[in-house]
Each structure stands twice: as C-alpha cells, then as structure tokens.
C-alpha cells in the first residue's frame, strides 16, 4: 500500500460500517485496506469495500462542473456556481409565493453523511417552511422504524455486533447478509465454526448463500411471515417457553398477541405459509430453550404492503420469550445503506423531526423551531418518497431537489416516475456521476464531492458514529454537499447557514441532541479522530459509548414498557396471481453491486460475477412456460415489462421468480432495469413500497 497519506475512515456502502484505511500518494491516487484496529471489521472487507479505490481514481465519469437549461427545448450547458444557485434561489422563491411551500422538496439518500442530512432538513423543515423532505432510506429501513417506535417508544436498534458472539440461536428473515451485509456475515459463520451448537435458521423463498450455510432454511411462500411468527409464538407459549415475568413486568398488550396467535393452528398456519408443522415446533424450541437469540432481518421483510406488521410479528418473538436488554439477545435490522441511521437521527424523513422527535408533536415542534430560531415548524407531513413523486406527477408539486440518488432505477414503477419528472416544472440533481438515469430529466445539474473528498460522520447499524475523513480534493468544481446546500440557502435569504467548516454543523447538531435519549453531546470531532467510532448515547465526557440499551428493562414508552403491536393483517394480499399473471416477482441484490451501479458499475472485476441481469426461475415454472436456461424472456406486469435471461434453479421456490434490481438504462437499456415491473403500493404505516410482491408472467421472447 502506497504510504504517503493515511487516512483512516468508513466504507460508504452498506449498514455494516466497516473501517478502512486508505492510502493517498503524491497524484492523489488511492488504495484501500480494511483497518485491522476497528471494531466492526478488524481488517476485513467484502469485494465492493476492498475494490472502492477504482471508485475513486477513475474519474472518467465524474461530474465536473454545474449545468443548466434555460428550457426543455435546450440542452444542458456548462454553467458558474453563481448563476446555477441564483437559478436555482430564484426558481424556489417564485414557486413558494406562487403556490406555496408545498410546490417544492428534497429527496435525498442514506449515503448522504449526517451533516449533510442535517443541513437539508433545517433548511426545508426549519426555513423553506415545507416538511418535503425524504429519502431513499423510505426504501429499505421505514418499516422497521415505525415498527421499533411502537414497540420501544423510539427508532432504537437495542444491540451491538459483539452481541453475534454471544448468542446460541439467530433467525435471519428476509435478508441475504451473506451478499449484502457480507463483514458481518463473516463474523456469524466464525462463531458458527467455533461453537458449532450455534443454530442459524433463514426464511426466504430462495436458497440463498446465507440459506445455504444455515442449520435450518424455511422456503416460505411470500407474504406469509406473520403467520410464520405468529406461528413460531404460539408454539412457545403452548410448550411453556415464554418469559411470564418479564411479559407480565415488561410488557404491555401480551393478551392481544396471545389472542391472534392463538387464532390459527399449528396445522393451518403450515398449509398458508408452506412450512411445515415440525419445523415450526423445532425454531419454537431453539428459540425457546437458548441462552442468546437474535432476530436478523431486512428488506425482504420491510420492503412488502404490510412491512410494518411484519416487523411487529418478529418483534413480539423477542418480547414474549423476553429476550431483549441481555448479553446476545435482542432483535436486529439490518440497515441497507451506510448512514440510514444517521439520517434518522437528524430527523431526515418526511415524518420525523431531528433527535427522534415527533412531527406530530407540537410540543416538539415548537422545540426545534426554538433550535433554529424559527417561529415554527408545519404541523402538516411532508410527501414520503413516493408520494413526492405522485404530486410531480400531478402537478401539486412543482420542483424537486434530489441529492445522491437515482430514483429512475431505484423507486417502484418507473413508468410512473418518469412521467413525474417529465411533468415537474424544475428538477436539480445533485450528484457525482454521468450515469445516474436521473440526469436526463435534471435541468439543473450541480457537482458534488464524494468519498474521500469531504468529511462528516455517519451511524452504522449497530448505532455505531464513524468520522470519515477528507483525503483528497474533488474533481473540477465538485462541492461538498454540505457546501452546496448552505450556499443555495443564503442565496434563498435565510439565516443559520454560515457555517465556517462541516464541524460546525456538527457541534449544532449534538448540541440538540442533549438529554435526549440519542445524546451525543459529548461526541466531538477531536475524540472520533483520536478514540475512533462510538455507540450512541454518548451522554457524558469521557463516556465511551453503549452498545446495548434496555438494560434496565425500561422502554422509551410513557408506561417504560415495550409493547406488542397486533398486526393488522396476516399475509400480503396486496396482489393476487391470476392466469394471466402467476408467478410471483421478487426484487433484490447481487453480491457485488450497489443500488443503480454508478460506483461498482465502473469496477471491471465486481461485473464479472454477473455481467448483466438474470431472471432465476424454478425449472418447473420453467418447464410450464416452456423457457430453457439462458434463453431471453419477457416477463410481464401490470406495470411494464422486462427482457433479460433465464437462469433456471431450483434454489426458487416454485411459483416465485427473481431479478436483481441493479440495472438501468445508463448500463444496458432500460427494459432490463427491474422496476418497469413494480407498483407503487406502500405500506399505510411506514410508506414502504412493495418491492418482493409483484405477479408477473414469464414467457420466450
Ligand atoms: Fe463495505 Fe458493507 Fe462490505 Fe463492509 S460489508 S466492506 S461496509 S460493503
């Protein structure tokens, strides 16, 4: 590794959060390695975090300097800063007088750092006077944040990575951390190796790597968790398993939860979700009888039309066994994006306001109004990522601001996005790369500094602020986004943006968070620098940080008690396959790319594992629609279509098929990019869309 800089930071894929350290020389070119001193790694890394330097030094595809169009009928063109922000100040002012704050909003991402979340959520929330902000992070992790604020009163993860360690029994639901969690995957298999009484059990409909290493795999038919859970708790308390006095001590609502499980048999609940009866006692059992049981899970259960009930349904397993607030115990999501968690914390949602305060609060309300030195904060939700997209294309909201993301791939129903940007009066992408989709529709289009080019923190799935440090300078005009937004806000004529350096923000930001339960006001830039990472709370000098909460059995509830949460409904009904359309599409990720590709795409080594997209098909479905492997598809919705290969494989459970999300038109073209096929039917409590539960037909094309 080439020495003449060393920077030590955080990998900017996934929720893991692993440590890297990199190398800069002289040309400001990088190397990476994974940083044998950090906590969550000790020096490993998966294929996309230890190829992140190709990232970096190719910078053929960079963004470098603003562009502009004066109208859709003109290209865009090389534009100064000056006039893309005056643009960009003027066109946002004339809209709020016209047709009021409403008209406009910001969807950003969980990649964003927290400072940069922050900012963007003053500015709209605090200034702009609109509560129009989301972000990507609406995609993987809201399902599970409405879930845990139900249940433990606040958006709280209760444990920590150390925790794998020190647990007999995981159950990893809808989720494949063998390819998308990979580092932490790693540590569950090294435990596995050295206790080998360790039980994994994984329910997918597919057989994935993580299936594959598991003592048990459950090939549920999709949309039937609940009844799976609920299952699973019935048969505990049946066999006298559940922890009567932590429920009775604890817990609120246990005689609902009994009620609903009780409702269905152990025989009828194996014939709606297809496991069968046998092996629901057997996870009932090892649930039951080990010392430390983690529940693990991410988007195939948020991702889905009754994600939150979801979510409730595995939640109760750690509450009714009282599993949660001990050494190895306790209910894990696992976050899909670097700082999802971090953008929670500042409030970066439509719905939420910083340091896990409520919108709906006016008492909280008026306390970050306080904050910000503003008279008050909008009583009315903002549009959730979706919905923001629906009002584009309606016409009740006339601009969008999107940072750091690429919404014509990632966003259910393409279709319907497209004619959302077509329709929107003004557009600004603010991004890194030439080949977001995104761009075609951007008539504003501004340059930001990415990885290793910026500092800020972010928090880790397991609560866990990182500070990624700036190791060398951007491309051409490239701006931080921190920069890029207090820029545009004086231009807008608002006060509490000049900040001398992104610390600033920081130290605003901690500020608030003092005496809440997410307090980090002793967290400052000098000790991440000098301590490295910490778990939040951090709330007194010299503390070092808490990797569990719930300790004390009290919840963030009024009562200090977790509550079970009823689901409202037992299995998806969202669709229902029919002769036309009956097979089963669900949506996800490879092991080697990254949301829309703009980074791993332009590494030749992470393509090679799969060049382009495959539809994996059961090869009785296969049979029925007379597909061989590796001929050309059509797979059809009600939504649009597809064409890509066939892989046939019986890692599928029969009547579902599969497709990687990953693809859009920049890449191939934009009939293999996955959502032309989804809906846009979300959660009614998270707004979650319904990505794993599309019908479709396949056929030859
Ligand atoms: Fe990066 Fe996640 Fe891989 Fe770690 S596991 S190196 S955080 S992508």
């Known amino acids: 590794m080439i020495l003449d800089k060393k920077i030590k930071t955080t990998c900017s894929y996934c929720g893991v959060g692993c440590g890297i350290v990199a190398g800069v020389d002289a040309q400001n070119k990088v190397q990476v390695q994974g940083d044998q001193d950090h906590p969550v790694n000790q020096g490993m890394l998966c294929s996309k975090g230890m190829n992140l330097h190709y990232v970096v030094n190719d910078t053929s595809d960079r963004i470098l300097y603003p562009e502009m169009r004066w109208s859709r009928s003109h290209p865009r063109e090389r534009v100064s800063w000056d006039d893309g922000l005056d643009r960009a100040a003027g066109v946002f002012k004339s809209l709020i007088?016209?047709?009021?704050?409403?008209?406009?909003?910001?969807?950003?991402?969980?990649?964003?750092?927290?400072?940069?979340?922050?900012?963007?959520?003053?500015?709209?929330?605090?200034?702009?006077?609109?509560?129009?902000?989301?972000?990507?992070?609406?995609?993987?992790?809201?399902?599970?944040?409405?879930?845990?604020?139900?249940?433990?009163?606040?958006?709280?993860?209760?444990?920590?990575?150390?925790?794998?360690?020190?647990?007999?029994?995981?159950l990893i639901a809808g989720a494949n951390p063998a390819w998308c969690h990979p580092i932490l995957f790693r540590r569950l298999e090294k435990h596995k190796e050295k206790n080998p009484n360790v039980k994994i059990i994984v329910v997918d409909p597919r057989k994935t790597d993580s299936a594959s290493f598991a003592d048990i795999h459950l090939q549920i038919i999709p949309g039937t968790d609940i009844i799976l859970y609920n299952a699973i708790g019935k048969r505990i308390i049946d066999i006298g398993l559940a922890d009567k006095e932590f429920i009775e001590k604890h817990t609120e609502n246990y005689l609902k939860y009994r009620k609903q499980v009780m409702a269905t048999s152990l025989k009828e609940a194996s014939k709606l979700c297809g496991i069968s009866v046998d092996d629901i006692k057997k996870i009932a059992e090892i649930i039951g009888e080990s010392k430390g049981f983690i529940s693990m899970w991410a988007m195939g259960l948020n991702q889905s039309a009754i994600g939150t009930d979801k979510n409730f349904s595995l939640l109760n397993l750690s509450l009714v066994t009282g599993r949660i607030g001990k050494p190895g115990n306790g209910p894990f999501s696992l976050t899909g994006q670097p700082n999802a968690m971090g953008g929670r914390e500042v409030g970066g949602m439509a719905s939420l306001l910083a340091v896990h305060k409520d919108l709906n609060n006016p008492v909280h309300r008026q306390e970050v109004a306080n904050f910000w030195g503003v008279n008050e904060i909008s009583p009315e939700p903002g549009y959730s990522a979706t919905e923001m997209f629906d009002a584009l294309e309606s016409?009740?909201?006339?601009?969008?601001?999107?940072?750091?993301?690429?919404?014509?791939?990632?966003?259910?129903?393409?279709?319907?996005?497209?004619?959302?940007?077509?329709?929107?009066?003004?557009?600004?992408?603010?991004?890194?790369?030439?080949?977001?989709?995104?761009?075609?529709?951007?008539?504003?289009?501004?340059?930001?500094?990415?990885?290793?080019?910026?500092?800020?923190?972010?928090?880790?799935?397991?609560?866990?602020?990182s500070y990624l440090n700036k190791g060398i300078n951007p491309p051409g005009e490239a701006r931080p986004d921190v920069e890029i937004l207090c820029d545009f806000a004086r231009r807008m004529g608002f006060r509490g943006f000049n900040f001398n350096n992104t610390e600033e923000i920081y130290e605003e930001y901690c500020a608030m968070t003092k005496g809440t339960n997410i307090d980090i006001s002793f967290l400052n830039y000098d000790r991440l620098k000098s301590e490295g990472?910490?778990?939040?709370?951090?709330?007194?000098?010299?503390?070092l940080g808490t990797p569990r909460l719930f300790a004390d059995n009290k919840f963030y509830t009024p009562t200090q008690k977790a509550i079970f949460n009823i689901p409202a409904q037992i299995?998806?009904?969202?669709?229902k396959t029919s002769k036309e359309y009956p097979?089963?599409?669900?949506?996800?990720?490879?092991?080697?790319?990254?949301?829309?590709?703009?980074?791993?795409?332009?590494?030749?080594?992470?393509?090679?594992?799969?060049?382009?997209?495959?539809?994996?098909?059961?090869?009785i479905d296969a049979y029925l629609d007379k597909v061989k492997d590796g001929d050309v598809v059509e797979v059809k919705s009600k939504n649009g279509i597809v064409r890509v290969k066939a892989k046939l494989s019986n890692?599928?459970?029969?009547?579902?098929?599969?497709?990687?999300?990953?693809?859009?038109?920049?890449?191939?073209?934009?009939?293999?990019?996955?959502?032309?096929?989804?809906?846009?039917?979300?959660?009614?409590?998270?707004?979650?869309?319904?990505?794993?539960?599309?019908?479709?037909?396949?056929?030859?094309y």
């Not at 990472?533 to 503390?543: D, G, I, K, L």
């Not at 599969?658 to 859009?664: E, I, R």
């Open 583 to 619: 097979l089963i599409l669900t949506t996800g990720r490879i092991r080697d790319q990254w949301h829309t590709m703009t980074k791993t795409g332009k590494v030749s080594r992470l393509r090679t594992h799969y060049p382009s997209p495959v539809l994996e098909i059961n090869p």
């Open 533 to 543: 990472t910490f778990q939040w709370p951090v709330p007194e000098y010299r503390h």
């Open 395 to 465: 016409g009740e909201m006339k601009a969008v601001w999107i940072i750091c993301t690429n919404p014509m791939v990632s966003l259910p129903n393409s279709k319907r996005i497209e004619k959302a940007m077509k329709n929107a009066k003004f557009v600004v992408v603010q991004d890194i790369s030439h080949k977001a989709d995104t761009l075609e529709y951007a008539d504003l289009v501004l340059p930001a500094a990415g990885w290793l080019e910026k500092e800020g923190t972010m928090t880790n799935s397991e609560r866990r602020i």
């Open 571 to 575: 299995e998806n009904t969202s669709e």
């Open 651 to 700: 890692s599928i459970r029969e009547c579902v098929v599969f497709l990687p999300m990953h693809w859009g038109k920049q890449l191939q073209s934009d009939l293999n990019r996955a959502n032309n096929l989804t809906k846009t039917v979300v959660d009614p409590q998270s707004k979650e869309p319904d990505f794993k539960f599309t019908t479709v037909s396949v056929s030859k």
């Open 97 to 170: 007088q016209k047709y009021g704050p409403k008209s406009v909003g910001f969807y950003i991402s969980g990649q964003c750092l927290t400072e940069e979340y922050y900012i963007a959520n003053k500015l709209t929330k605090g200034f702009l006077g609109t509560n129009n902000i989301d972000t990507n992070s609406r995609l993987c992790m809201s399902s599970a944040v409405v879930a845990y604020k139900k249940t433990f009163g606040e958006d709280s993860v209760p444990i920590s990575y150390e925790d794998i360690e020190l647990a007999d029994a995981f």
